[in-house]
């Protein structure tokens, strides 16, 4: 894939991720709990928090649909934002037996938004 490839695939990929991130998150929690939403937290005060945090920084990832070269600093903090959200995930998917269905659900899913975002990056940009 060129730059000219990767950028319009960034701007894409940025501007879906934000709708999603504003539009599906807290529906998935509803419609597949066992992928979205834990069990043992503070209850739905505390996947509401989660799910705020997500919607505004959709905003600005739609934002930064528009120019990802200037929006570099967010690109990055979201990519290693969402990378160590699903570390932790991991961890206690793997040590709690009742939160086994994240390892289908939100842990890849941030895995891979990861690892596509950090793909398409621009490399002048990140060097």
């Given at each position: 894939?060129?730059?000219?490839?990767?950028?319009?695939?960034?701007?894409?990929?940025?501007?879906?991720?934000?709708?999603?991130?504003?539009?599906?998150?807290?529906?998935?929690?509803?419609?597949?709990?066992?992928?979205?939403?834990?069990?043992?937290?503070?209850?739905?005060?505390?996947?509401?928090?989660?799910?705020?945090v997500?919607?505004?920084?959709?905003?600005?990832l739609?934002?930064?649909?528009?120019?990802?070269?200037?929006?570099?600093?967010?690109?990055?903090?979201?990519?290693?934002?969402?990378?160590?959200?699903?570390?932790v995930?991991?961890?206690?998917?793997?040590?709690?037996?009742?939160?086994?269905?994240?390892?289908?659900?939100?842990?890849?899913?941030?895995?891979?938004?990861?690892?596509?975002?950090?793909?398409?990056?621009?490399?002048?940009?990140?060097?």
């Amino acid at each position: 894939m060129n730059d000219i490839q990767k950028d319009k695939a960034l701007k894409l990929f940025l501007l879906v991720f934000g709708i999603g991130s504003i539009f599906v998150i807290y529906p998935l929690h509803i419609v597949w709990p066992s992928g979205w939403a834990w069990h043992h937290g503070e209850g739905e005060y505390y996947f509401q928090m989660i799910a705020i945090v997500y919607a505004v920084l959709g905003v600005f990832l739609i934002k930064a649909s528009k120019n990802p070269g200037a929006h570099i600093s967010l690109l990055w903090f979201t990519i290693w934002a969402n990378l160590g959200h699903g570390v932790v995930m991991l961890i206690q998917a793997l040590m709690d037996n009742t939160e086994t269905g994240h390892l289908m659900g939100d842990v890849p899913f941030l895995f891979i938004t990861s690892a596509l975002m950090a793909y398409l990056m621009p490399k002048s940009k990140t060097a």
